[in-house]
């Protein structure tokens, strides 16, 4: 079975390498990144005059290339696919979804997500971006007017929070509707708002009423904090840290794994096992930073643990919040095409 390792069979652990552009670069996206996402109580009023290179829905895909193309723990990517899904069908699923997020911002997040959905089951088999589809929806129908310039990430946010308060019954009914077309794994019966059940009138009280146990739900009734407040500034020191971009993007996914539970492994497996994940990806974290052997041999052994029970242990939810992560900074500028060309040594595969 495939697990991350720190290098090839029989070499020497290797120090991250970037160049000395690139790693001026970074260091200046994590100083922007730090700026413009911390808390409420120290806003940024910077704001950088610059017009998008991407469009939303070219944005939305690159930002699910990228972060399934990472070797992230648990989660297919370039170097790893489960038995019943490959990295092709999130390939393929990132350039379906394109055309329902440019919709977002004139038709509505409802009906971006339903587009985005019935896209996605066009083009490949099975669910592979719900969780995402649902984080990117919201963020792609910030006013597509104000794109002429990069909003900083407090109007982003602003922009963002006024759009989720216009929700109506018409989103909650598209976006019921595509949930039941995706038919995503482990979705137990609630007796609150359940998926199975006519849509409510306010999406957002079903939001409200899933976000203790979905992270992902959890997002539209706190303003997207954890994205705003949490990985993008995580992702930021990364890259001031010198660390390429891949290995900012995983020690993110592993913080955040250690941080809160993730919603798709408590689903399929349990509260406990999903308690376990966080215990075990912080186990991860207190090893060392990415090139240390110790860190490099936690995350592999992360990997294996989370792949061992048919890939039921698999972290989509933190995946999804890296993806939207990934958004956000390539619309609000922190990031740019080239971003991830800048190579680094990032873990290599092999079979275990």
């Known amino acids: 079975m495939p697990r991350l390792c720190p290098t090839r ?41 610059t017009k998008p290179s991407l469009s939303v829905g070219q944005a939305a895909t690159l930002a699910c290339l990228w972060e399934v193309s990472v070797p992230k723990p648990g989660n297919v990517h370039r170097g790893t696919d489960f038995e019943d899904l490959t990295f092709f069908d999130f390939v393929t699923s990132a350039v379906a979804i394109a055309p329902a997020m440019e919709m977002a911002a004139g038709q509505g997040i409802g009906a971006a997500v339903l587009e985005a959905v019935g896209a996605t089951r066009a083009a490949v088999s099975t669910n592979t971006n719900l969780g995402t589809i649902l984080l990117l929806a919201p963020l792609a129908a910030v006013r597509s007017d104000l794109d002429e310039v990069t909003l900083d990430a407090e109007q982003f946010r602003s922009q963002l929070e006024q759009t989720l308060q216009g929700l109506g019954s018409a989103d909650a009914e598209h976006v019921y509707e595509a949930i039941r077309l995706a038919q995503p794994g482990g979705l137990d019966e609630v007796d609150e708002m359940d998926v199975a059940d006519e849509a409510p009138d306010d999406l957002l009280a079903a939001m409200r009423a899933a976000a203790a146990r979905d992270l992902v739900a959890r997002q539209y009734t706190n ?130």
């Not at 160049?19 to 950088?48: H, I, K």
């Not at 390429?244 to 995983?250: C, N």
């Not at 913080?255 to 993730?262: G, I, K, N, V």
Request: net charge negative.
């Open 223 to 352: 303003g997207f904090a954890e994205v705003f407040e949490v990985v993008v500034p995580w992702i930021g020191r990364g890259l001031a840290q010198g660390w390429h971009l891949a290995a900012s993007l995983v020690h993110a996914h592993v913080q955040l794994m250690a941080a809160h539970p993730d919603s798709l492994i408590a689903r399929k497996c349990g509260a406990e096992t999903a308690a376990t994940a966080c215990r075990r990806a912080a186990a991860v974290l207190s090893a060392g930073e990415p090139g240390d052997e110790a860190y490099e041999r936690g995350l592999g052994d992360l990997d294996f643990w989370l792949r061992s029970d048919g890939h039921r242990r698999n972290p989509g939810t933190t995946a999804d919040l890296i993806a939207a992560s990934l958004f956000v900074m390539l619309r609000i500028g922190l990031l740019d095409t080239g971003s991830m060309t800048h190579r680094v040594e990032v873990p290599t595969l092999h079979d275990a």
């Open 9 to 49: 069979e029989g070499e020497p652990p290797r120090e991250p390498r970037v160049t000395n552009d690139s790693a001026a670069q970074q260091a200046s996206v994590a100083s922007s990144a730090e700026r413009s996402f911390a808390p409420r109580d120290g806003r940024s009023e910077a704001r950088l005059e």
